[in-house]
């Protein structure tokens, strides 16, 4: 017998401007599930992520959630509200019977302190905050709006780790198809406003995906097929009884209504390149560059020969150098050491994953002409802006629609149409996967196998590096880079090991940091402190240490009886091996709380 839900959503509707956006959706979560939600960019996941939540109200259809069931919800955007301190903000999450810990804990576990400022903390920051903060009451069920966006790949690691290891029952929303494929085991497809499951994981999906449609296609086929055959009986078949044309007549109706209404699939973004002429061979060749902010080493004596036709992934952790690396081999900024020599005829086009060059205010067609005119200057050549914002799925009616208004999936979308217009033969890409749906993620992947110029990219998404690079450059830290033959996969069996123990190491430290960090002199190292688990444990030992003197005294008196043995030797047994090992818990939290008791000592001199 199935368990009963924690959360049922049943014929839910909503309808935007006319057009409705859900219709009819159920979707019912038990205990333990571990669901992926997934649709085009503007299907409607993250409403009906909020419907589920309580913060969105239909207008039709019941939502259930079990008595005493605990919901927590990750927005793709978190509120802040008049929070002082990372903590504060993660603490005020927590229920009566919450373990207060838990929150300082996680936030260790996230890279941060506690002490932030919500007002001063970057996008990834402020991802793991919100993370921390739905986390840290271990709820019963967790709806997860895109909660890899803004990580790096060590953080995205630790998080699957920890989701997996939990009980919650999962609801995610997210573009990183290795995330949903090690996390998922049913996936829900929303589609045209109806949803769709399966009980499998999102490694299922795709081929399910591609079996429904072209069933759907096989089936409209069918449809306007009957259509012509009804239309030519009509016109020219042999008249029967006229009660039984009447009814044939109104068949045929119903059949034109069927056909009418039908909605059919989205297409596809044109993602096409504006190539320029075609580069020299040797596009970039670094030899033994270096960098550094002070006194702290981002680059060291690294040598790269970049050919044409190259794909070049850049990983790491958040804070490593990504894009100081990625600016020193583009021109953006000039090495402390070593050379950079630029083949012939380099024509560069950048995407920005930031997105700080659109203004919030301006309008989609603004955005994509710079303000002049109706077209848009896609290489050398005018194109019509509504033709162009329909290569990349915007409709007419969004051509003034403020660019504040438009949904993540279609800020990207957005800045990949203003990337691609420049005529380039060498493309640099930030995080270009940010909030794209897995159709568009698609037609990317098979617009940059077909480019035929060279591209450097820095992505935190495994999938994505592993069908599009042909190198991989990781830091292997103190400065030291390294570039691997092969996609992300191909790294890991190379290196022999993931990278996810260097953002255990130092709390990572957004990227855009570095570029101020060479304007300003060099901070004060910070100065050392006892982190959650090592006060915790200087807290608990002591009651510890306690239990396990008062266990040990309670065997002794049992095997002080001189004549136990002959008694009962079990007992007698049972008693040695608890007080043995009782004795040796005892010398380990002993030597534990001596060393964290020195530190503390060491820390407070200092």
């Not at 935007?16 to 571990?34: C, D, H, K």
């Not at 950048?350 to 002409?369: C, N």
């Not at 033969?425 to 159709?439: A, I, R, S």
């Not at 009651?543 to 002080?560: F, G, N, S, V």
Request: hydrophobic share 35%; proline share 5%.
């Amino acid at each position: 017998m199935a368990p009963p839900p924690l959360i049922q959503l049943k014929d839910i509707a909503l309808t935007f401007g006319g057009t409705p956006l859900l219709s009819g959706v159920e979707l019912s979560v038990s205990a333990g599930e571990r669901v992926c939600l997934i649709g085009r960019n503007g299907s409607g996941k993250s409403t009906l992520l909020k419907i589920a939540a309580g913060l969105v109200e239909p207008d039709g259809g019941s939502r259930f959630v079990q008595p005493g069931a605990t919901i927590r919800y990750l927005p793709q955007e978190p509120d802040f509200g008049e929070h002082r301190t990372t903590l504060a903000y993660v603490e005020s999450g927590l229920g009566p019977g919450d373990d207060h810990y838990q929150a300082q804990y996680l936030l260790e576990q996230l890279g941060l302190h506690g002490d932030e400022d919500p007002a001063h903390i970057s996008g990834g920051e402020a991802r793991r905050a919100a993370l921390a903060r739905v986390l840290a009451p271990s709820p019963d069920i967790l709806l997860l709006d895109e909660p890899t966006n803004h990580l790096d790949l060590p953080t995205i690691e630790w998080l699957e780790g920890e989701l997996d290891s939990r009980r919650s029952a999962l609801v995610l929303i997210s573009h990183d198809r290795r995330f949903l494929t090690n996390l998922s085991r049913a996936t829900a497809w929303l589609d045209r406003g109806a949803i769709r499951q399966i009980d499998r994981g999102f490694a299922s999906f795709e081929a399910w995906r591609d079996e429904v449609l072209a069933e759907e296609e096989r089936d409209q086929h069918k449809l306007d097929r009957k259509i012509v055959n009804e239309e030519h009986w009509l016109r020219y078949g042999v008249s029967g009884r006229r009660k039984r044309n009447v009814k044939r007549l109104g068949n045929l109706h119903a059949l034109r209504d069927q056909r009418r209404n039908y909605r059919g699939t989205a297409g596809s973004a044109n993602l096409a390149v504006a190539e320029a002429d075609k580069s020299g061979r040797l596009v970039i060749e670094a030899k033994g560059i270096g960098k550094s902010f002070g006194e702290r080493k981002i680059i060291e004596n690294f040598s790269i020969r970049v050919q044409r036709g190259d794909r070049i992934g850049v990983v790491g952790p958040n804070g490593a150098g990504k894009t100081t690396l990625v600016n020193l081999l583009t021109g953006a900024d000039a090495p402390d050491s070593g050379s950079i020599r630029f083949g012939a005829n380099i024509e560069m086009a950048t995407l920005d994953q930031h997105r700080e060059s659109l203004d919030p205010k301006s309008t989609l067609a603004e955005a994509l002409t710079g303000g002049r005119g109706d077209h848009v200057m896609v290489g050398d050549k005018p194109k019509h802006v509504i033709g162009y914002m329909k290569d990349f799925l915007f409709a007419q009616e969004q051509r003034g629609t403020p660019l504040e208004a438009l949904s993540g999936g279609e800020r990207g979308r957005l800045m990949l149409a203003r990337a691609l217009a420049k005529p380039s033969n060498l493309l640099v890409l930030d995080e270009p996967t940010n909030d794209l749906d897995l159709e568009t993620l698609d037609v990317l992947e098979e617009m940059l196998g077909d480019y035929e110029g060279t591209v450097i990219l820095i992505s935190h998404d495994r999938d994505f590096l592993d069908r599009v690079v042909t190198s991989v450059i990781v830091p292997e830290g103190n400065g030291k880079w390294i570039e691997y033959a092969g996609g992300y996969s191909d790294m890991l069996l190379q290196r022999g090991d993931d990278i996810r123990r260097e953002a255990v190491k130092a709390a990572p430290a957004e990227e855009k940091r570095e570029a101020k960090a060479a304007a300003t002199p060099p901070a004060a190292a910070p100065k050392r402190r006892l982190n959650f688990n090592e006060k915790h444990a200087l807290e608990t030992l002591p009651k510890t240490i306690e239990k396990l003197q008062a266990e040990i005294a309670k065997q002794q008196r049992l095997l002080d009886d001189p004549d136990l043995y002959a008694k009962d030797r079990k007992k007698f047994d049972e008693a040695s091996a608890a007080i043995a090992k009782a004795q040796t818990e005892l010398a380990a939290a002993e030597d534990r709380w001596l060393e964290l008791e020195v530190l503390r000592e060491e820390i407070e001199q200092a």
